[in-house]
């Protein structure tokens, strides 16, 4: 009998997924990561987040009424260190980060796994929304689009590396939301109709700019906003708490609507312009991680996201050196971020994915 090891959130879709696990005759047990509370303000009630104390509870609940081993692990520290500080250190250089993207990659996948492997599971089984195929030929693991494409977290997930996605299990990627929602009532789970976890969970209110304020207000100071020649039009209250694309709370009026184009750290200042501003064609992208190809040797022509809720676009990708490239699109992109990730499809699966470094127009 297989043995792995369930990612217990105390969410309706890690609940399943560990039903799931144990209908299909594996020997399962069931984790839950500790991550502490490193906001200031108590989390809302009627906004569950996943690695809390309720839902911690809630996974040993559904882990009992499983007949389940079940354990809760201290990961605050690492937590703090590579999710909290990178989440406030990007906003400070004037960077917009993907919390998320880390914690995959280095919580989920990374202390996750390497305990699952100390126990001797041979898989870690997790709520996520995609899949994982083998290439029958190549042998490469591969990660594709969920099914239910309104659902799908590929793009959180286009960081894992091959070893990763060879101990990764994701079954609810061949289902709809609403499918999992029958199952969790199939089998009577207590979370059945739990409501969906926040985004950010470890921002409480969803505010960064209020949950940055209240962890370093001594390192956001005011500054200048200014256009693209130089002149000032105002001030703006800390670089951190802007990212490019943005129009409301400006608090200038220029007799044109206005939007952040620029974040520079350096001098302290927010560079604005039009509409037409933010459209970039081309940018540069760093720390690649590959997963449907081994090498970047060449230009190839992918489906490109710029972020988690863009639909994407068509783009040529070529190699600058084995983890950076340049990344061409089509048409133009509005508000191309560097510090968030990127990633690039082939149809729906991913051929990897990166770090945004920097944009421009290939036209300046």
């Not at 081309?282 to 090498?295: F, S």
Request: a negative charge.
């Amino acid at each position: 009998m297989k043995k792995i090891l369930v990612a217990m959130s105390g969410g309706v879709d890690s609940s399943v997924t560990a039903a799931m696990m144990v209908d299909a005759g594996y020997d399962v047990t069931g984790i839950t990561m500790r991550l502490g509370s490193p906001d200031t303000i108590e989390v809302e009630l009627d906004r569950p987040n996943c690695c809390s104390l309720e839902g911690i509870e809630d996974a040993r609940r559904v882990a009992t009424q499983l007949g389940i081993p079940f354990y809760g692990v201290n990961y605050e520290d690492i937590f703090q260190e590579q999710i909290i500080d990178y989440f406030v250190t990007e906003y400070l250089v004037g960077r917009t980060p993907s919390p998320c993207m880390v914690c995959n990659r280095e919580l989920k996948f990374g202390k996750l796994l390497d305990l699952a492997k100390s126990l001797e599971c041979e898989a870690i089984a997790t709520g996520h929304y995609a899949r994982i195929e083998q290439h029958p030929k190549t042998g490469r693991y591969l990660l594709r689009k969920a099914l239910d494409v309104s659902k799908d977290q590929s793009y959180f997930l286009a960081g894992l590396t091959q070893e990763q996605l060879r101990c990764a299990m994701m079954p609810l990627g061949e289902y709809t939301k609403g499918q999992v929602r029958d199952l969790a009532r199939k089998y009577q789970l207590k979370t059945a109709e739990k409501i969906e976890s926040q985004e950010l969970c470890f921002v409480a209110d969803t505010n960064y700019r209020r949950f940055l304020q209240d962890r370093i207000p001594e390192k956001i100071e005011g500054g200048d906003i200014i256009d693209k020649e130089g002149k000032v039009l105002g001030k703006h209250q800390g670089v951190p708490f802007y990212t490019v694309g943005q129009r409301r709370g400006l608090g200038i009026a220029v007799g044109k609507p206005i939007y952040v184009t620029q974040l520079n750290a350096s001098d302290n200042t927010i560079t604005v312009g039009e509409q037409d501003d933010l459209l970039e064609d081309i940018m540069q992208v760093e720390r690649i991680n590959l997963i449907a190809i081994e090498k970047l040797t060449e230009p190839i022509r992918a489906h490109v996201k710029i972020r988690s809720r863009d639909d994407g676009g068509p783009a040529t990708i070529s190699p600058i050196s084995e983890t950076e490239a340049v990344v061409k699109f089509d048409e133009p992109r509005r508000a191309i971020t560097p510090g968030q990730a990127t990633v690039f499809y082939d149809g729906d699966y991913v051929l990897g994915g990166g770090w945004i470094l920097k944009a421009e127009n290939a036209t300046t």
